[in-house]
């Protein structure tokens, strides 16, 4: 089945700063890798998804890399502020009939001011 | 998201007791899943259903068992609750036609087994 790794396990900036958080996934088959957002005693919550057409997506401060050939993929957040500060998790799946997430382990983002 | 229902929000019960948890969705979604998360090991898979009577194990399905008797609910059960299923459990639900098929959670079960 499939395996993902999520670096690093916390992540302290300050703010306006940027942070990035790396996951690496393991069956090449994988093709949807969402990321969640989950705030203390919240739900986790989708802040962005890449599908592996694309290398790169971006929605305003937040953007995600994908290195098929490698495997892995990237959040990076610029411009941090302290409503960043939460735990992300990485994912990926294979979409269709057999489609269920794999999580990472999550990263705790904490921005300093 | 609301539409994703989870009761009861906290419960702490004795070892040993059937304990089950509910979720329901008003999002039309016919793909419900079931996880536990853990501090440090971030969200595992329970049991994940595609549709009405359709059930399959996740990663760490032993001490669980699901039903899924309607589209709109999906719920956990705990057979005999042991102090090691003591956990924040998250329902999710996704929808097949939708892109990607991204899961959408509920606010979870805080759960206490003494």
């Known amino acids: 089945g499939e395996n993902v790794e999520q670096h690093p396990s916390t992540l302290s900036v300050q703010e306006g700063d940027s942070a990035v958080i790396k996951c690496t996934y393991s069956?090449?088959?994988?093709?949807?890798f969402p990321w969640y957002k989950q705030e203390l005693g919240k739900r986790p919550q989708l802040i962005i998804d890449?599908?592996?057409?694309?290398g790169e997506k971006k929605d305003q401060r937040i953007a995600v890399t994908l290195n098929k050939t490698a495997k892995h993929f990237s959040l990076h957040i610029t411009e941090t502020q302290p409503e960043d500060s939460a735990v992300y998790f990485c994912?990926?799946?294979?979409?269709?009939?057999?489609?269920?997430?794999?999580f990472g382990t999550g990263t705790r983002l904490q921005v300093t001011l | 998201d609301a539409d994703v229902t989870q009761t009861p929000r906290n419960r702490i019960t004795k070892t040993g007791k059937r304990i089950m948890l509910e979720c329901s969705q008003t999002?039309?979604?016919?793909?419900m899943y079931w996880y536990r998360q853990d501090p440090g090991l971030g969200l595992r898979l329970i049991y994940y259903s595609f549709d009405v009577k359709d059930i399959n194990k996740g990663e760490i399905s032993d001490g669980y068992s699901v039903s899924r008797q309607a589209q709109a609910k999906f719920s956990l059960s705990l057979e005999s609750a042991i102090p090691n299923q003591t956990a924040l459990y998250f329902c999710?639900?996704?929808?097949?036609?939708?892109?990607?098929?991204?899961?959408?959670f509920g606010d979870g079960t805080r759960l206490s087994i003494l």
């Open positions: 999710a639900t996704s929808d097949t036609a939708e892109v990607g098929q991204p899961q959408h």
């Open positions: 994912a990926a799946s294979l979409t269709g009939t057999a489609s269920k997430l794999t």
């Open positions: 890449i599908r592996s057409n694309v």
């Open positions: 999002k039309g979604h016919d793909r």
């Open positions: 069956d090449s088959a994988s093709n949807y």
